[in-house]
């Protein structure tokens, strides 16, 4: 898993079958400053899908082999 963006420590993360998207990105340091959990992309296989990580439903979406993340910056409304 690779998560780039703006996370505190962007590059590879170590899989595991039972790994989720909420996990990954706290496992690169969760958020920083800049970054936006409401709007994060997961790229798998060539097809985006973008997930608001501050809810309940989206953080446990399960993770495969060679997925990347990418935590956005915040807009100028702080999403």
């Known amino acids: 898993i ?3 963006g703006q996370v505190r420590r962007t590059g590879p993360v170590k899989y595991t079958s ?6 990954a990105i706290q ?3 969760g958020a ?3 970054g936006s ?3 994060v992309t997961l790229m798998r296989n060539g097809t985006i899908k973008r997930y608001d990580v ?6 446990n979406i399960p ?8 935590v956005p910056q ?5 999403n």
Not at 54 to 59: G, K, N, R, V, Y
Not at 63 to 70: F, R, V
Not at 74 to 78: D, E, P, R, V
């Open 37 to 39: 959990l409401k709007r």
């Open 63 to 70: 993770l495969q082999p060679n997925d990347t993340i990418d």
């Open 27 to 29: 496992a690169a340091g």
């Open 74 to 78: 915040k807009t100028i409304l702080g």
């Open 54 to 59: 501050t809810q309940s439903q989206f953080m």
């Open 2 to 4: 690779t998560v780039g």
């Open 32 to 34: 920083n400053e800049f």
């Open 18 to 23: 039972d790994l989720t998207l909420y996990q």
